[in-house]
């Protein structure tokens, strides 16, 4: 693992952060009233915060802290992000689905 | 300026009631937020800096594992810039009704339009409860509020995070909000096949040089929904992209 992001460099990822989403929320607001969105292109839009936020969380909790994969049911995230799962497939509450996720990976991680 | 037209402030206060019930869910993100930013390792004056200048939950929250694992900064910012592509889609539908506006208000409206308020906003215009005037002045009023009560909550979060002990291990609620803004889109055939097909990659190429990984899973997952969306029966066309 490196080093974390910090400094100038840091200030450099918040500003593009904030440049790319207001281009983003602007876009068709700001262009010309011609431009239009085809169906496919759409689609693909729609699902990519879906696929790019689950392309983070995966390797995040089986692969936290070092490069190997771990999907023995020792590890503390992806107990976690079971517990996390479970609540949400009954309930829609983000608190509860924070609570739940974190105190099952911190009793993993005291008791396993 | 003389102030302004009666009329226009009224439907500015209408906009700023119709939110009102949604602004605990606003809050309660704002909160996660803040939590999670100082928690993945930013100090408290970067955190409000980015709160303030991003205003983007997922975003911020996207970027924050790969700021804490040193990646490249052209891979955080691309990555910010696929997990907003969803508000393309929104520009193109709001920009029928603001088309009349000057270039500044659009700019201005489209910096403080969120998944909230976007979806609250189509929803008065297809029930028909949209005022017939000022329509950017009741924009203004959702939007507003829903920014005051995320800021006010994010830095609430950043501070309150700052004086909770690092072993308590509360870096780990970032990716557990991913987890809460994912799980319910996944209800969606589409999105789940595409979840699958970018989880399983990310895993598989996450050797790649560049950390090209993230991107050549996010793209394969994308079109895997695409995919998958085109092969689902036209009647259940319902919307899998609520992230809010």
Redesign the interface.
């Known amino acids: 693992m490196s080093e974390p992001v910090a400094g100038i460099a840091l200030a450099v990822v918040i500003v593009g952060l904030a440049l790319t989403t207001f281009l983003t929320r602007t876009s068709f607001l700001l262009a010309g009233s011609r431009l239009r969105l085809n169906h496919r292109i759409e689609v693909a839009l729609r699902h990519a915060p879906v696929c790019t936020l689950t392309a983070i969380i995966v390797p995040d909790v089986l692969m936290h802290g070092g490069a190997a994969y771990d999907f023995s049911l020792l590890n503390p995230r992806l107990i976690g992000t079971l517990a996390a799962g479970l609540w949400l497939c009954w309930s829609r509450n983000i608190l509860g689905c924070l609570a739940s996720g974190m105190i099952a990976c911190s009793l993993a991680r005291v008791l396993l | 300026m003389t102030g302004i037209e009666p009329a226009r402030r009224e439907v500015f206060r209408q906009g700023q009631r119709a939110i009102l019930h949604s602004l605990p869910g606003a809050a309660?993100?704002g909160l996660?937020s803040g939590v999670a930013m100082v928690k993945g390792?930013?100090t408290v004056p970067?955190a409000v800096?980015?709160s303030l200048?991003?205003?983007?939950g997922?975003?911020?929250l996207?970027?924050l594992?790969?700021?804490?694992?040193?990646?490249p900064?052209w891979v955080?910012?691309a990555?910010?810039?696929?997990?907003?592509?969803?508000?393309?889609?929104?520009?193109?539908a709001?920009?029928p009704y603001?088309?009349e506006e000057p270039?500044r208000r659009?700019?201005a409206?489209?910096?403080f339009?969120t998944d909230f308020t976007f979806t609250l906003f189509m929803r008065a215009a297809q029930e028909g409860w949209l005022p017939a005037r000022h329509r950017d002045a009741w924009f203004a009023g959702v939007c507003s509020n829903n920014w005051i009560t995320w800021q006010a909550s994010a830095i609430t979060g950043i501070v309150a995070a700052s004086y909770v002990p690092t072993d308590?291990?509360?870096e780990?609620?970032g990716?557990?909000?991913?987890?809460?803004?994912?799980?319910?889109?996944?209800r969606a055939r589409?999105?789940l096949v595409?979840?699958v097909?970018?989880?399983?990659?990310?895993?598989l190429a996450?050797?790649l040089p560049y950390r090209l990984?993230?991107f050549v899973?996010?793209i394969i997952?994308?079109?895997a929904?695409?995919l998958a969306?085109d092969w689902r029966p036209r009647e259940t066309t319902v919307?899998?992209?609520s992230?809010s």
């Not at chain 2, 594992?65 to 990646?71: D, N, Q, Y």
């Open positions: 309660t993100w996660v390792g930013l970067w800096f980015m200048t991003v205003y983007a997922s975003a911020q996207a970027a594992p790969l700021i804490a694992t040193g990646m900064l955080i910012v990555t910010g810039l696929i997990t907003n592509l969803r508000f393309v889609i929104y520009s193109a709001l920009r603001f088309a270039l659009r700019a409206l489209g910096f339009m308590w291990g509360l780990f609620t990716t557990l909000a991913l987890i809460a803004l994912v799980g319910p889109a996944l589409p999105a595409g979840a097909a970018a989880g399983v990659i990310a895993l996450h050797g990984g993230l899973a996010a997952g994308i079109v929904a695409t969306d919307d899998s992209g992230t």
